[in-house]
Structures are given as C-alpha cells and as structure tokens.
C-alpha cells in the first residue's frame, strides 16, 4: 500500500519535471457517474449494489503523460449475513440479536490522484491510489452499541482505468477501484475490503 503511494507520488513528480511546461494543459471540471460494488467479508453480503456519484476534477496533462486529482462524493452501503450478530455479539445492542441482514449506510468523500499515460490519440491509462473518508455513517437498523467502533471512517484503495477525451469538453472513465485497506474496525479477526466499478462522464469548465 505504502509503495503504491509513494509510486504514484514519484510518478507525478516525474510527469511534472520532465515534460515542457509550455506543453502542459491544466484541467479543471465537474464529474458525474454511477459506481456498482460489492464488499467482501465472511460476515457480510456480497451482493453488487449500485448508486451515482459527482464531484469536481484539477489536473495537468502534457504529450505523454497526466495527473490528475477528483474530489468524488458518493454514498454506498453494506449489508451483513446471517451469522454477523453471532461473530460480532459484543457489538450488538441488546433485544437486536435476532435482526438478519442489517444494512448500514455511508456517505463517502474519495479523492482519486492518477497519474495518466497516453496509449492513443485520444486515450490516457491511469492509476494510482484512492483516499476515502466516510463523512457519515448510519446503522439504519439501530442493531450495534457504536457504529465507529464497527466501521473504520477511512480507507484506501488502488485504482486502475482509462480516460478518453471526446469534443465539447467532455471525457469519459471507466475504472477499478480494489478496497486496500481493512474496514473492520473490531477485535474480529475478519477483514473486510470493498471493489468497485466505475464509469463517469467529465466536463472541463
């Protein structure tokens, strides 16, 4: 996790120094999408869900490379499965142990930084990490003591995808996103990670 930041960084730095900054376009726009997931972990559902997502975008790019840094705002949830309150019972409240499936939502700000590589005219590779704050989180079924004490509020992932320009401004992504971090905030020795697919339409302004 930690080479992967700091790659991405070293990266980034090397886009900036190496290329002609005559050549170099700055980029700043508005961003709007849909994100599918699914969470993986024993206790939880791994069912794909799917919500939208928008945000802003601030960037550079030259004649062979980019970065590339959104703010993305999105909410997203996780389901648990049958034998969470079992594994977790220290965590329930008490009268909730007989609730199935409960479901927790999340109101979550990411902020993406990409280093892009130009592959065709119009085309540009990107990866690097992806940093997560979860800005609010609701135990919609009331079933657990302290929700923070389940559910980290952070986490970080490693993103993959493409971008490609299109006239009017506009440009479109479709990404990977692979959960890095473990979301489990307990002593249950569980790890819980999220994957997502994303796909977004850009506009510069």
Known sequence: MHNLIRSTIVAAGLSLFTQNLKAQDLHVGIKAGATVYNNSG????????????????LGFSGEKMSVIAEGIFTQTRMVTGDNFN????GYIRNGKEQIRNAEFAFSELSVPVLVGFKALPFTWFEIGPQFTKIVNMNDRDEILTEVSNVHKDSYISAVIGARVKLPFRLHVTGRYVMGLSNRNNTDVSERWTTQHFQLGVGFGL
């Open 42 to 57: 024993r206790e939880l559902s791994r069912k794909f869900n799917a919500f939208p997502f928008g945000g802003v975008y």
């Open 86 to 89: 079992q594994v977790f019972n």
